[in-house]
């Protein structure tokens, strides 16, 4: 099975708090993403990664920055953290090629962390 | 831009009954991949169902199949038969054909809040 782990389920932190939210994946897949999650928004790319050290701005980078120092991990970083980047992280990854580690899966299928819900105080 | 739009916030079934869920895209591509992906009080995002735009037959898998209108950019999910673990928010998904770069991104809808009703 495909396991994506976020490193924290919750996390509350105060405002102006540098902010590192974890994300490993066990597959050995290129491509690495960060969501945000707010009721009637639905999700929302913050930042994507298709391979080691290499980043592409989502929708909406502001605020985030985000570093790929390893295939298996994505960090998501909150320079200064705000109130108005209170909400829930969902990280992804899938791969291009179509198989992975020795399955065979179907590439473009993101498979999702159980996300972290922050909380900027 | 691609759009992906859900029009119906929340809805509700009793069990083994039918419900559909609607979903709207809009783009100018002619090759892409469309998603129904489950998202469960738990959190974790499960994929329900995947649709190739190139494929004419609508996809099914068990108890969920989809209506994939190509013309008119319309990928409804059907669930049958109903049940408790049903429950959850449903989020459409839209992703370009391509290998790499930006085309590996998913454009969601704001999600379908079903309720299943003992």
């Known amino acids: 099975d495909v396991k994506v782990t976020q490193s924290s389920r919750y996390l509350v932190k105060r405002t102006g708090e540098k902010v590192f939210l974890e994300c490993v994946q066990d597959m050995d897949h290129e491509n690495m993403f960060w969501y945000r999650q707010d009721p009637g928004l639905g999700l929302r790319l913050i930042y994507f990664s298709y391979d080691v050290k290499m980043k592409e701005k989502g929708d909406i980078p502001e605020g985030y920055s985000v570093s790929r120092e390893k295939k298996e991990r994505f960090s998501l970083i909150l320079e200064s953290a705000s109130t108005n980047q209170t909400s829930m992280y969902l990280c992804a990854s899938s791969s291009s090629l179509g198989t992975s580690g020795g399955l065979s899966l179907a590439k473009n299928i993101q498979y999702f962390g159980a996300g972290t819900r922050l909380s900027v105080l | 831009a691609q759009t992906v739009t859900q029009s119906q916030p929340e809805m509700s079934v009793q069990e083994a009954e039918t419900v559909t869920l609607s979903c709207t895209y809009d783009?100018?591509?002619?090759?892409?991949?469309l998603f129904w992906y489950k998202q469960p009080p738990s959190r974790q995002m499960i994929l329900v169902i995947r649709?190739?735009?190139?494929?004419?037959q609508n996809a099914t898998e068990n108890r969920f199949s989809v209506n994939f209108q190509k013309a008119a950019k319309s990928f409804s999910l059907k669930i049958s038969d109903s049940q408790l673990g049903d429950a959850a928010m449903y989020f459409c998904?839209?992703?370009?054909?391509?290998?790499?770069?930006?085309?590996?991104?998913?454009?969601f809808g704001t999600g379908t809040l079903l309720a299943v009703q003992p």
């Open positions: 783009t100018s591509e002619s090759d892409y991949y």
């Open positions: 998904a839209y992703r370009s054909e391509g290998y790499g770069g930006a085309t590996n991104k998913l454009i």
């Open positions: 649709q190739e735009a190139y494929k004419q």
